[in-house]
Structures are given as C-alpha cells and as structure tokens.
Antibody, heavy 124, light 111 residues
Framework: QVQLQESGPGLVKPSETLSLTCTVS????????WSWIRQPAGKGLEWIGR???????NYNPSLKSRVTMSVDTSKNQFSLKLSSVTAADTAVYYC??????????????????WGQGTTVTVSS | QSVLTQPPSASGTPGQRVTISCSGS????????VYWYQQLPGTAPKLLIY???QRPSGVPDRFSGSKSGTSASLAISGLRSEDEADYYC????????????FGTGTKVTVL
C-alpha cells in the first residue's frame, strides 16, 4: 500500500526558508492531489496547501505569500518551501495524499494516506 | 483560525455512546462533504469518515458520521479504551479563496 515519508531539516533559523520533501512509495504519485498539513505542539491541524501532479497548486490564504509547493514525478516526490519562518512556524509537518473530487457544486476533499510527520523547530 | 467549531472534550465509560458535534457554515459544511480524522496520542491523523458518513475499509462500524445543514456529527458507539484520541472534522471551504478547514478538535476520554 502507499506510504509517505517526510524528510528535511529539523531545525531552521528565523527568517530562513523551511524545506521539506515527501517521498511516495508503494504507488505512483501521478493523478493525485497531495497536501501538506501542520500541527503546532498541543494544538490543532492546519492545512497548508495542495499540489496536483501537473504542478497546479492551492495554498491556505493565511500562508500563501510564503508557501511554494512543487512536484517531481520522476522521483515520486513532492516538496514544501515556507519562507521567512518565525517561531510560530514550529510544528509537526505532515504530508498526505488527497482523495475526492468536485462533484457538481459539491467538493469531496480529504486526506486518506498520511506520513508519520516530521518536527520542525524554528530557533536561532 | 479554525472555522469549524467542536467541543474541546467528550467522555464516556466503556460501552457507552459518545457524540461529537462540528459546526460550520454554508461555505464549508453546508455545501461540501465532511471528513473526520482520528489522531491517537503521538501519531499522525487517520481518516475515519469520508463523504459525511462513509467508513474506509478497516474502520469499525462503531464509528458513524452524519450531516445536517451546516453541522455534522461523529458518533462512537460501544466506546472502547482504544478510542481515546483527538477527533477532527474537516471540509473544503468555498469562501473567498479555496481552502481546506479543520475543526478545533475534540479530545475523547474513556473513563
């Protein structure tokens, strides 16, 4: 079955760029949307955005100015970059596969496969 | 910044039925499908309910979802100790710019 694994630095300095990669194994990355979600310690989940294998993206409006997502189908990977980070960006970051589609005027959207998560701390 | 509101906690004894509410608006729950996720302590979230009331393979039928208007509910019947976890509702939000919103989360405690 499909498995996801996040990778990247666990410590990032303030004002720098956080970079994470999610590797998809056990299946193809093609023809799916893929998402990033984060969770500060002791708090709830926050959707960061999604990318389709064509490269089309949607980002959380609150993070849009700082987020860039990309996909590398040849490596079965997709990536997240978050610029100008502050302590408020310290969180566990999850990658996930998206299921669902637009059904008429109704959006069927959710994440059915999740990575285990990686902790990123923003500190000097 | 959660736009879906859940009670912070719920509890019950083994075997009891527990219900968690999720309140939204016309731009999210009112017009799109609701998903529910279970997050056991120290682990990644897991898909529990999709399309308002559908269970993925492997999810016990003790878990059920429903939706009415701009609200949704998750019911856990026959509560078990392994159900102690955080539960989040979620839905696509059509307002202003496309966005996926999660609920505030509910901690279920098995007494």
């Amino acid at each position: 079955q499909v498995q996801l694994q996040e990778s990247g630095p666990g410590l990032v300095k303030p004002s720098e760029t956080l970079s994470l990669t999610c590797t998809v194994s056990g299946g193809s990355i093609s023809s799916y949307y893929w998402s990033w979600i984060r969770q500060p310690a002791g708090k709830g989940l926050e959707w960061i955005g999604r990318i389709y294998t064509s490269g089309s993206t949607n980002y959380n409006p609150s993070l849009k100015s700082r987020v860039t997502m990309s996909v590398d189908t040849s490596k079965n990977q997709f990536s997240l970059k978050l610029s100008s980070v502050t302590a408020a960006d310290t969180a566990v970051y999850y990658c996930a596969r998206v299921r669902g589609a637009k059904v008429g005027a109704t959006t069927d959207y959710g994440m059915d496969v999740w990575g285990q998560g990686t902790t990123v701390t923003v500190s000097s | 910044q959660s736009v879906l509101t859940q009670p912070p906690s719920a509890s019950g004894t083994p075997g009891q039925r527990v219900t968690i509410s999720c309140s939204g608006s016309s731009s999210n729950i009112g017009s799109n499908y609701v998903y529910w996720y279970q997050q056991l302590p120290g682990t990644a979230p897991k898909l529990l309910i999709y399309r308002n009331n559908q269970r993925p393979s492997g999810v016990p039928d003790r878990f059920s979802g429903s939706k009415s208007g701009t609200s949704a509910s998750l019911a856990i019947s026959g509560l078990r100790s392994e159900d102690e976890a955080d539960y989040y509702c979620a839905a696509w939000d059509d307002s202003l710019s496309d966005n996926y919103v999660f609920g505030t989360g509910t901690k279920v405690t098995v007494l």
